[in-house]
């Protein structure tokens, strides 16, 4: 949610802005802008649309500056347009900003301003951070800085220039930024990937921090004036990880990373028949399990709901993080709350983390961002360890996290002396063995897609622990070609959705061996019988789901637990191959970004 990059140093700022800027796109794409301090003066140039249309800027490739900042931006507060574009200035043009987040008394802070006859511009809450610093600035960029915060109410990743200082100007809350340390140059990014190419040194800054950073040193110290002794930490991710290595989109090369992310989630932790797991949690005091997180991470959540319940024998309930944290949920030491979040940035779900810990629960995050905030702030942790997801529709990241749940659910049960079935951990063994067999289907379902691509509206089913993967399959599809899109229980079509049953209405139906295999059959009877067109993940192959499905999207069997990792590859192919026959921009689609840090 917005991307915000910074350099100084010795070398030309411009073309290292524009690098890293292309890296954090994922955050959001709707407008771009640079500012370069230039002997004494700040050179701006910013405009709507994606970043990739500043490559043949003239402007761009003639602007000199050692020292510079980037942002790239998912509008919350006014239109994508220029004006609002990022950086914004105060009306001298001395002062520069780029802003990740919501400032909430923008309205208030405004009227001030403008009684005390600053001219603000554009429609964008952050345009007054600017004016506010300038208001404050007496040759002290630092000094200014927190002059202006103790007046700001909201979130905020903020790199600030000033025309008169050679140095960045950092201060983060809610919303992330790091400083990466390099030889003779510094760089600040909202997250590590942009930077990777220069170095793999950073600080992970903290809430209520402000750093001071010139080519040489960082200072870091609290708002509130107290010292903070930084921890450095080092990157392990590759560069390679983040380029496409010839697939067409980052979505289909991650979709296709799958068996090896798989692998790395299970590295470590399962040796033989036995688990493994560096969780601090005493699971024979945990009573009830709360999981809480938002879109691709809340369905996962609820496959963990079945994995839990099933394996384990305790009470889970899962709420969306953005209404956990506001319906005062009731919490005591013996409940669990496990966060689930990809980029670990999330503002409902640290949102709902934080609520979780001052109300005394234990907490647990599921992250794959390692140093993101969740990690940091959950009282234990497990990492997918799936590396970088570019993709803004999210595809390793939720099959590690399903694979991760299982694993917990496995390990709490043999914690709690709980026989295992042995079969358990056969399957696991081949379980991405298994996924490589679904890609090999990529083709053939691309042909599927070719018969869906001008169609308006679709229907996903699953039942029991596939429910979740029908909803995910919707999403998927919703998120990246913008058909309309519903996931269903099965059984509850006959509530309301069979009313949309006609020959235009794909359904897609999630129907492999398990408990309510034939109840399944029974849904697709009824859909069939209305003329739907029926798209059948099934791992079976028998005359009547031949009989009752237009088109067949074949799975390997698996025991019912691991079943929603299998089928949700189909469900990923189907809607990126749907997506690019549609022409449309699949790793980043309209008005989405990665990671949502405002609420
Ligand atoms: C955004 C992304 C989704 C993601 C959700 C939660 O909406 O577009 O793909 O599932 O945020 O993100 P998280 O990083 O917390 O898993």
Excluded at 238 to 248: L, M, P, R, S, Y
Excluded at 360 to 385: D, F, P
Aim: proline letters at 3%; glycine letters at 8%.
């Amino acid at each position: 949610m917005c991307g915000i990059i910074g350099y100084i140093g010795e070398k030309e700022a411009a073309p290292i802005l524009l690098d890293g800027l292309k890296k954090l796109e994922y955050r959001g794409y709707d407008s771009a802008g640079f500012c370069l301090l230039d002997n004494g003066v700040l050179k701006v140039i910013k405009d709507k649309g994606k970043i990739s249309e500043f490559d043949d800027s003239v402007e761009l490739r003639g602007s000199r500056g050692n020292v510079g900042i980037a942002h790239t931006r998912w509008a919350t507060h006014g239109e994508p347009s220029k004006i609002n574009a990022h950086p914004h200035t105060d009306c001298k043009g001395d002062i520069s900003i780029a802003h990740n987040g919501i400032i909430e008394n923008h309205s208030a802070l405004r009227e001030l301003l403008i009684a005390e006859g600053h001219t603000i511009i554009s429609d964008t809450d952050s345009e007054v951070l600017a004016h506010l610093i300038e208001k404050f600035y007496d040759g002290d960029l630092e000094e200014a800085l927190i002059g202006a915060l103790r007046l700001v109410e909201g979130t905020f990743g903020l790199v600030v220039l000033s025309k008169n200082e050679e140095k960045i100007c950092v201060a983060r809350k809610g919303s992330p930024l790091i400083i990466g340390i390099g030889n003779n140059e510094m760089f600040v990014s909202s997250d590590a990937t942009a930077i990777l190419n220069h170095t793999r040194r950073v600080i992970y800054l903290n809430d209520d921090e402000v750093a001071s950073i010139n080519k040489k040193e960082y200072n870091i110290r609290n708002i509130d004036g107290g010292n903070v002794d930084p921890e450095i930490h080092e990157i392990k991710w590759n560069v390679g990880q983040i380029e496409k290595k010839g697939f067409k989109h980052f979505m289909l090369k991650e979709i296709f990373e799958q068996p090896s992310s798989l692998e790395n989630v299970l590295r470590g932790r399962v040796k033989g028949n036995e688990t493994k797991s560096s969780v601090d949690v005493d699971y024979k005091n945990i009573k009830r399990i709360l999981i809480t997180a938002c879109g691709t991470s809340w369905h996962s959540a609820l496959i963990g709901k079945h994995l839990i319940e099933k394996m384990v024998g305790i009470p889970v309930e899962v709420d969306y993080a953005s209404e956990f944290r506001y319906r005062n949920p009731l919490l005591n030491s013996q409940d669990l709350v496990i966060v689930i979040s990809q980029s670990g940035e999330t503002a409902d779900t640290l949102a709902a983390l934080r609520e979780a810990k001052s109300k005394g629960a234990h907490t647990m995050g599921i992250i794959n961002v390692v140093g993101s905030t969740i990690a940091r702030e959950s009282g234990s942790g497990i990492y997918l360890h799936a590396g970088p997801e570019i993709g803004v529709a999210s595809t390793k990241a939720f099959t590690s996290q399903v694979l991760t749940l299982f694993i917990f659910a496995l390990h709490m049960a043999q914690q709690k002396g709980l026989g295992v079935d042995a079969k358990i951990f056969d399957e696991l063994k081949i379980i991405s063995k298994k996924v490589s067999e679904c890609l090999l289907q990529s083709e053939e379902i691309k042909n599927v897609a070719s018969n869906f691509k001008n169609i308006k509206n679709f229907l996903y089913l699953g039942r029991g622990i596939n429910f979740p993967v029908a909803l995910e399959g919707a999403l998927k599809l919703k998120e990246i070609s913008y058909i309309h899109a519903e996931g269903y229980p099965a059984a509850e079509m006959k509530h309301g959705p069979i009313a949309l049953i006609d020959e235009h209405m794909p359904v897609v139906f999630i129907a492999t061996n398990g408990a309510t295999y034939e109840k399944i059959l029974s849904n697709m009877e009824e859909v069939k019988s209305r003329g739907g067109v029926i798209i059948t993940v099934t791992d079976r192959d028998d005359v009547v789901i031949n009989r009752l499905s237009d088109y067949v999207m074949k799975v390997p069997s698996t025991i019912c637990e691991l079943s929603p990792i299998l089928n949700s590859i189909p469900l990923q192919l189907l809607a990126y191959h749907i997506a690019d026959l549609r022409g449309l921009d699949v790793d980043k689609p309209r008005n989405l970004a990665k990671s949502v840090t405002v609420e």
